[in-house]
């Protein structure tokens, strides 16, 4: 069991460059999120999906797009890069239960906007 | 506006006693809350979650207390040693309908031999 795995580990982008981050999880989680680390910040929530198909807002989803077309799979997009993108991003996936979604998280991609 | 804070300074102690780390929320009312471990240049682990209704949690040597009416949690570890050494978060459920969980920034621990 891999768990969550994120690609890649690190980048370096220009301003105004895209790219895409990859999540994976082998747990058959429904939920999977998308968060930003940044110091003294905490975690912030980029986006989420409740299962497959399907997506929506978190709390600073400004200039960031994601897709969830496989149950096991999260990728979370970035159009046109900006110095302020400048983070940790971290992926993580929960069970569907009733109450409590203890989350599960990747390694985190290191992602430096120049 | 809605807050979960936690001690931003770091917390030093001596190998062998206890940690104890608190986690403040305002306006919420959150059904369950979380501690997650974080580790240098690595992705929060899941430590404890406690209900609203359950006033301590035990695993080990973590204590997790919960105290709805002060809105506080307090994260105890007993017997300290240095691989306890990490950063510490504490997670409230704000909105059960978005199924997400909200973090506080997190308390450096400092375990010293």
């Known amino acids: 069991n891999a768990g969550v795995t994120q690609t890649p580990k690190f980048r370096v982008l220009k301003t105004g460059q895209s790219m895409t981050l990859l999540c994976a999880q082998d747990m058959n989680h429904e939920y999977m999120y998308w968060y930003r680390q940044d110091p003294g910040m905490g975690l912030r929530l980029i986006h989420y999906?409740?299962?497959?198909?399907?997506?929506a807002k978190g709390e600073v989803p400004d200039g960031y797009n994601v897709s969830r077309l496989k149950k096991q799979n999260f990728l979370l997009g970035l159009e046109s890069a900006a110095p302020s993108q400048t983070s940790v991003y971290f992926c993580?996936?929960?069970?569907?239960?009733?109450?409590?979604?203890?989350?599960?998280f990747g390694p985190g991609t290191r992602l430096t906007v120049l | 506006s809605q807050k979960i804070e936690q001690n931003s300074e770091a917390l030093n102690i001596q190998e062998g006693k206890t940690a104890t780390l608190t986690c403040n929320y305002t306006?919420?009312?959150?059904?369950?809350l979380q501690w997650y471990r974080q580790d240098p240049g690595r992705g929060p682990v899941f430590l404890l979650l406690?209900?609203?209704?359950?006033k301590e949690k035990r695993k080990e040597r973590l204590k997790v207390t919960f105290d709805t009416t002060l809105k506080q949690s307090l994260f105890h570890i007993t017997a300290s040693q240095p691989a306890d050494s990490a950063t510490y978060l504490c997670?409230?459920?704000?909105?059960?309908?978005?199924?997400?969980?909200?973090f506080g920034s997190g308390t450096r621990l400092q375990v010293q031999p």
């Open positions: 406690i209900r609203e209704n359950e």
């Open positions: 999906s409740v299962g497959e198909g399907t997506t």
């Open positions: 993580a996936s929960s069970y569907f239960g009733v109450t409590a979604h203890t989350q599960y």
């Open positions: 306006n919420y009312s959150p059904a369950y």
């Open positions: 997670a409230l459920d704000v909105d059960t309908g978005r199924r997400a969980l909200t």
